[in-house]
Every structure is written in structure tokens, then in C-alpha cells.
């Protein structure tokens, strides 16, 4: 039997559908990130924050996505789920419908009892510390979106700005911010004076030496018999005259012969 043209181009429209069908599962089930049950509250919603957004790329129904989201489980948390549906038949309640229903679920088994307030201690100890500008708003983008608490944005501001070293609040005192939004480009312009290296100057790293021409030479004393005349020289100090003391005559009253005194004459 031979095909017409027009069957051949209906068959390739409804074929076309279930090809796109099959390439979204493959990419979901390949993307989708592996659980296997944590109780570390940054690894929890870590999984959560991948599931979701892989899920709002594509769109899919409430029951693939339970079907896509449970091929990931492994461990404890495939058991956990195993557990969960056979109890639900037991008691004759309807099957989990909803991602949201599965999530919440997963959120009673595995997170600790006070994972709200250890989110929240981590939102107000949250520093900048030896962090980068845009690792610091990395961190309280992620904290502040885990809390979900009820603050206006001029709060949230204010204990963002809060985080930062005193060099950059000293420069943000003066700058009025309204949004979020504003608040993380403002500090970004503010911290590029603070990383810009110095100005070196052209004699920076100039070493500044006497020149050998301009040193003089040291002169050595010279050596006669085993002394210095420097030696000599202190060893026999000239003698010192009396300028009180009287002529020696030159001749004799008496004799008049030199070489003595009168009251010294023979």
C-alpha cells in the first residue's frame, strides 16, 4: 500500500510531539540532581533551589515531575519515599499529587527541628569579612531568600549594608539606596577604589648608594721599627717651658767663662 503525501505529513506532525516529549525527559532525568537524604540545611536547600529551577526551564505536569524527582532519590531518601507511599495506601489516603506536597514531606524528615532559626542566626552573623564585594552579595542573596522573612526592602538594606568593612560603610554613609538593587551596584563602584593598586611613584624602587669615587680613602700611619709615628709621636710629649724661670747667664761674674754660674765658680 502506498502512502500519500498528505498521510505521510499527518504522521510527521503527531510523531513530532513525542520526539520533544523524549528529548525534555532525557535532558530532566540527565539535569536532575541526585538525593540521597541530608540533614546539613545549605545541602537540603541546595537540592530543592536545582529541582525547582531545572522545573521552571521546562514545563511539566504535577506527575512527571514527582516521576523525574523520585528516579533521583537514592538511599535514605528513596526508602524514605518507598515509605511514604505504601503508608498512604495503608491508611487509604490518595497518593502525594504535588511537588509542593513532596517537598513539604521531605522538609519534616530530613531537616532538624530548628533549621529556621540556624537560617536566621546565619542571615545576622552575615559578614563580608576578607570576601570579595560580590561574594558577600552572593551569600546574603542566599540566606535572604531562605528566610523569607517578612521584612520591608529598607530593612533588608540596612542589614545588608550592616555586613560590609568600615572602609566601604564609610563610603556608602552618604549614598541613599531604595532598592536591593541599587544597594548591590552602589558597592560594587565603592569597592573598586579600594582593590585599585597603588601609584607607584618613578623612584619607588630606587636604591640610593654612595658613589666610590666620592669615598675617601683612609690613610695608614707609617710603620717605622714595629711603631707608628702616631705611636712615636704620643709616646714622647715635648717638654713644657716655665715661663716664670730665670735666664741662664751666659758668662761668669767672676771668671768670665761660660757654662757656669758665679756662686758656682772654682
Known amino acids: 500500500m502506498i502512502s500519500s503525501p498528505n498521510s505521510q505529513l499527518i504522521e510527521s506532525k503527531d510523531q513530532a510531539p513525542r520526539r520533544t516529549q ?31 529551577t531545572g522545573f521552571r526551564v521546562m514545563d ?13 532519590l537514592k538511599g535514605s531518601a528513596a526508602a524514605y519515599w518507598k515509605y511514604q507511599k505504601n503508608k498512604r495506601v495503608l491508611d487509604g489516603k490518595p497518593s502525594i499529587a504535588t511537588l ?17 532559626q540556624s537560617l536566621y542566626v546565619q542571615l545576622q552573623n552575615c559578614k563580608q569579612g576578607n570576601r570579595i564585594v560580590e561574594e558577600y552579595i552572593d551569600e546574603f542573596i542566599r540566606l535572604n531568600s531562605l528566610n523569607l522573612l517578612l521584612d520591608n526592602e529598607n530593612m533588608q538594606i540596612t542589614r545588608f549594608r ?28 565603592a569597592e573598586e577604589p579600594i582593590q585599585a593598586p597603588p601609584v607607584q611613584t618613578r623612584f619607588a624602587n630606587q636604591q640610593f648608594q654612595v658613589s666610590p669615587s666620592k669615598v675617601t680613602p683612609t690613610t695608614e700611619p707609617a710603620i717605622k721599627n714595629g ?4 705611636q712615636t709621636s ?3 710629649p715635648k717638654e713644657e717651658l716655665n715661663p716664670y724661670a730665670k735666664p741662664m747667664p751666659s758668662l761668669c761674674y767672676r771668671c768670665h767663662r761660660p757654662g757656669h754660674r758665679s756662686n758656682q765658680c772654682p
Open 60 to 72: 511539566c505536569s504535577e506527575d512527571r515531575k514527582l516521576k523525574v524527582v523520585a528516579n533521583k
Open 22 to 52: 523524549g528529548d525534555q525527559d532525557y535532558k530532566l532525568n540527565v539535569e536532575m540532581p541526585i538525593f540521597k537524604g541530608t540533614q546539613n540545611v545549605d545541602e537540603f536547600f541546595s537540592w530543592i533551589d536545582e529541582v525547582e
Open 162 to 189: 550592616g555586613g560590609f568593612k568600615r572602609e566601604i560603610q564609610d563610603q556608602m554613609k552618604m549614598l541613599n539606596t531604595f532598592t536591593l538593587g541599587q544597594a548591590f551596584d552602589l558597592v560594587r563602584k
Open 100 to 116: 509542593e506536597k513532596m517537598k513539604s514531606k521531605f522538609m519534616g524528615k530530613f531537616l532538624p527541628p530548628n533549621y529556621e
Open 234 to 236: 704620643r709616646a714622647a
Open 227 to 230: 711603631t707608628t709615628e702616631s
